[in-house]
Structure formats: C-alpha cells, structure tokens
C-alpha cells in the first residue's frame, strides 16, 4: 500500500513561522520567486540544456497548473506576487506569459529581471531600469564588455544571449559531467583584473555566473520595490543568499534541490523557512501548499 503524505511531511519547516505568517496577514507580504531550478528546470534554452521552455511546459503541465492555482490563493489573501531572476528581460516576459497567460486571471506585480538591473512591471508592461545601478560601474562594464566575454569564452564558457548590460555564462561540463558555476566563478574572477573585480558584482546561481554593474543584485533591487512589505523569497543558488539574509525577508524557501549553503542558511533557524521534499516545480508547489494552510 502507497503511503500517502501531508503537506506537513513534505515540508521541512524551521525558525518561528507561525510568528512570521501572522506578521505577514497584519501588515502584507511579497513573494518573490527565483525561476531556474525553482519555476523551471535549471538552464533551460542554455547551451547546458537545449530543451525550450514549451518542450518543458508540456511535460509538467500539471504542476504549472498548481502553481497557477496557488498564485491565485495567495493572491486572494494579500500576497503581491513577482519573480526574482537573472534571465534576461524577454525570457522572462516569454515565461510569464506561459505560466500566467491573460486567461488565468493572475497578473504579476512587479519582477526583478537581469540579476537586478531591470525592474518588470507585468500589470502595465513597464520595464525601467533599477534607480540603483552605479554609473560608473555600468560605464566600465559597457567599456570592457567584448573583453570581459573573451576571457569567458576562453576558459571554457558560454555566453547567454538576451541581457541588456549584465553578462552571463554558462560553464563548461566537467569530468564528472557537472556545470559548476563555483569553480567558473572562482576561475574567472582569477582572469580579470583587480579593477573589474572591485567594481563589478560577479555571482553565481546554479546554472549561469553573472557579472553586472554595482547596484545590480537581487537584494538591492528587492529593497527598491518592496515598500513596508514583509518578503517571503523563494530561491535555489548562491546568487540569491545575499537576498535570503537580507532583514526584509521574514520567510525564505527552498526546493530540495537548492545549493547545500541555501538549505544549511534556511535549516539554521536564524530565520523562519521551508525546505521541500521535491525539488523544483514540485518541490515549490508544495512550499506554497504549506504556506496556504497557515495563511488561512
């Protein structure tokens, strides 16, 4: 006989989260959601992993239609909803119009996109430009762009294309058939010279490494347009811990198959969080299921 599973079971909680729910029905709260590894299989439409976005639609309708279906509850009970990535601007428009096309009734509120450089206003179709971007910083990246690409290129990586001032790489396979974009991290930061390490940002989440100008990240863009909201983020790689401590988060989730530094800084307890049982979609899909029992 199959056993049959909880929410709870599924759901690793740690931290005071009845605290925090209860803080985020007084006051509101924002749910932010990183899209590889989380929304989506890692990569997709990168030279790591060909398949498009539809080919992976199709194969995990159902639980699209979940996520669908828990926007909406959330939604209903006060939650502003929006994403948190490092794709660039139209990918991101593509993959929300797939997941949330008009028919749904969902409409997003507002996304950050590039890693922090663009701020997507899906309700009126606005895209600006972070306020928090460093012009110098954004001056010497467009100066040393071509540069920046070749010493890439010529350890091993691939550039993702579609990004507006920010580059993205995607590392090569290792010997153990793995993309580690830690060690591609490490390795290109070795390659440039001390004055782009110190002002330029490079991150990494698991799929790409990320160079942009200074006031250009997740954390800073979150800060810009949050308000008083207290924030519940959702995200897998190194790229989004900075976030994860960030004091406007009160709630951080993560699928099971998020970086082992996410899931020790969420299992540590220093904050209220979520560790799925499943990783990606599914894993989220059950995070948001949690989630929905305690706001009700």
């Known amino acids: 006989m199959n056993e049959i599973l909880t929410i709870k079971e599924m ?10 729910i209860e803080g985020i029905k007084n006051n509101g709260g924002y749910l932010l959601m ?22 992976w639609g199709e194969e995990n309708q159902k639980e699209i239609e979940l996520v669908r279906k828990n ?3 959330l939604q209903r009970e006060g939650i502003k909803i929006g994403l948190s990535t490092g794709r660039g601007l139209e990918f991101s428009k593509r993959l929300i119009d797939y997941f949330f096309p008009k028919e749904s009734g969902i409409v997003l509120n507002e996304n950050i996109v590039e890693g922090g450089l ?3 206003d899906d309700k009126n179709e606005i895209e600006r430009v972070s306020p928090c971007v460093d012009e110098e910083s954004a001056n010497l990246l467009k100066k040393n762009r071509i540069k920046i690409i070749d010493i890439g ?7 993702e294309e579609g ?5 993205s790489f995607n590392p090569p396979v290792g010997s153990d058939g793995r993309r580690d ?5 490490d390795l290109l930061k070795k390659e440039l010279s001390d004055e782009l390490c110190d002002k330029l940002v490079v991150t990494n989440s698991s799929t790409a490494v990320d160079i942009t100008p200074i006031g250009v990240d997740k954390m800073t863009a979150m800060e810009s347009l949050v308000g008083s909201y207290s924030v519940i983020y959702l ?3 190194r790229n989004d811990e900075t976030s994860m401590k960030n004091n406007r988060v009160r709630i951080n989730l993560a699928p099971a198959n998020s970086h082992e530094a996410i899931k020790k800084l969420v299992s540590s307890g220093e904050k209220s969080g979520l560790i799925s049982s499943e990783p990606e979609i599914k894993g989220v899909n059950q995070m948001l299921e949690f989630l929905i029992e305690r706001l009700r």
Do not use: A, Q
Request: negative net charge; hydrophobic residues 40%.
């Open 11 to 20: 759901v690793k909680s740690f931290g005071n989260l009845d605290s925090e």
């Open 34 to 55: 990183d899209v590889d590894g989380c929304l989506i299989e890692g990569g997709l439409e990168t030279v790591g992993n060909k398949k498009t976005l539809e080919e």
């Open 71 to 73: 926007i909406i509850l």
């Open 118 to 120: 663009i701020i997507y």
């Open 153 to 159: 290129v010529n350890i091993g990586g691939s550039v």
């Open 163 to 167: 990004k507006v001032l920010g580059i």
């Open 181 to 185: 974009t830690d060690v591609f991290k």
């Open 235 to 237: 995200g897998d790689g």
